[in-house]
């Protein structure tokens, strides 16, 4: 059963199509101060924000699988992906899976860290969460 409703739709900044759609992500991401490439959903079909509340949602065609290189994380996102967004901060994600060895375990919070630590937070419903660095470590410099 979908979380989005008529009602929602009815209060929400409302966008069709997936090139309108991946534009209004990132700037979405962007405003609230979370990494650009968070949701690297493909063919959307719709979007939408209903900004009162901070409830977003995000529909694609199919399924998709996407392997965060950096983390070495396999992460699945459903064909609706919802949460409530405030800044630094996704709550009450639903639609987003990460492979943990063997098992896909869903995310319900991910939360950006002050800037200065560099840091992003994933949460599961179980109450475990795990960090990572935002940021590639520096590497040195020169040949010495």
């Known amino acids: 059963m979908s ?30 101060g979370l990494p ?9 079909e ?11 949602w995000l529909k694609q065609k199919r399924k998709t699988e996407h392997k965060f290189e950096k983390i070495g994380k396999l992460v699945s996102y459903a064909t ?3 949460a409530y967004v405030e800044p630094n901060k996704i709550k009450k994600l639903t639609g987003v899976k990460t492979k943990e060895l063997l098992l896909w375990i869903t995310l319900s919070d991910i939360y950006v860290d002050d800037p200065p ?9 179980a109450g475990l969460s795990r960090t990572f660095s ?6 040195p410099t020169g040949a010495g």
Request: glycine share 8%.
């Open 3 to 32: 979380l989005v409703t008529e009602e929602a739709k009815a209060k929400a900044e409302f966008y069709q199509g997936n090139d309108l759609c991946q534009e209004k992500s990132k700037v979405l991401l962007k405003e609230l």
């Open 36 to 44: 650009n490439g968070l949701l690297p959903l493909e063919d959307m």
């Open 46 to 56: 719709e979007c939408g924000y209903v900004r009162e509340t901070g409830f977003v």
């Open 80 to 82: 609706e992906v919802t």
């Open 117 to 125: 630590t560099g840091t992003i937070t994933f949460h599961i419903p």
């Open 134 to 139: 935002r940021v590639p470590p520096s590497r």
